[in-house]
Nanobody, 123 residues
């Protein structure tokens, strides 16, 4: 089993920044791709960003391109999401997960989800 714990969420004004962390334990972290998803109230969980096992390849939803940056430190078994120029529409619970399938943007390609961290952006 892989345990994932997100942290770093909070309340921030529009235009501000937050850095989310996803700490892994209990299973191999470095050999798999990882991803960040988010879920706003009354909406489906959606893909935000993904990263390959090595960290060399990254993927972003169009809505966050140029504002968010995903990275990972395999030595620390930790993944990050740097979020800049935050907007009220970024408000959601953010989840990290380990990818076990090929479809980077689909929740079904991921297993071992964290419990989520709340990000609230005020206007």
């Amino acid at each position: 089993q892989l345990q994932l714990v997100e942290s770093g969420g909070g309340l921030v004004q529009a235009g501000g920044s937050l850095r989310l962390s996803c700490a892994a334990s209990g299973r191999t972290f470095s050999g798999k791709g990882m991803g960040w998803f988010r879920q706003a109230p009354r909406k489906e969980r959606e893909f935000v960003a993904g990263i390959s096992w090595s960290g060399e390849t990254t993927y972003y939803a169009d809505s966050v391109k140029g504002r968010f940056a995903i990275s990972r430190d395999n030595a620390k078994s930790t993944m990050y999401l740097q979020m800049n120029s935050l907007r009220p529409e970024d408000t959601a619970v953010y989840y990290c997960a380990q990818r076990i399938g090929a479809a980077i943007e689909l929740t079904t390609a991921y297993a071992y989800w964290g419990q989520g961290t709340q990000v609230t952006v005020s206007s």
